[in-house]
């Protein structure tokens, strides 16, 4: 069992900065950010795969605003969003697989997840 901690939520205004912060109980080669706005699926944010030369995915929507980044030796991962957007408020979660998965920003494809934090865009 992998478990998984987020940190990091919170409100911010458009345009605005947040640091979201992931923590799993042993090392995971791939792992990822989720989020699920009221009344729609989950969806993929961002994606790394830390034993693969820490190649990232990332969705369209956050290209060029969100960043996924790793810390293999303390099993921490982090998002760091700028230029946030009211559409990205959400509840977002940290998820981790012991192995390579096939659809780096498909839900069903991670073991663990995190509890989720909240994040708040205001315009």
């Known amino acids: 069992?992998?478990?998984?901690?987020?940190?990091?939520?919170?409100?911010?205004?458009?345009?605005?900065?947040?640091?979201?912060?992931?923590?799993?109980?042993?090392?995971?080669?791939?792992?990822?950010?989720?989020?699920?706005?009221?009344?729609?699926?989950?969806?993929?944010?961002?994606?790394?795969?830390?034993?693969?030369?820490?190649?990232?995915?990332?969705?369209?929507?956050?290209?060029?605003?969100?960043?996924i980044s790793t810390d293999n030796t303390k099993n921490t991962l982090t998002l760091q969003m700028n230029s946030l957007k009211p559409e990205d408020t959400a509840m977002y979660y940290c998820a981790a697989s012991t192995r390579w998965v096939r659809s780096p920003l498909q839900p069903y494809d991670f073991d663990y997840w995190g509890q989720g934090t909240q994040v708040t865009v205001s315009s």
């Open 1 to 67: 069992q992998v478990q998984v901690v987020e940190s990091g939520g919170g409100s911010v205004q458009a345009g605005g900065s947040l640091t979201l912060s992931c923590t799993t109980s042993k090392y995971t080669y791939t792992k990822g950010w989720f989020r699920q706005a009221p009344g729609k699926q989950r969806e993929g944010v961002a994606t790394l795969y830390a034993g693969g030369g820490s190649s990232t995915k990332y969705a369209d929507s956050v290209k060029g605003r969100f960043t």
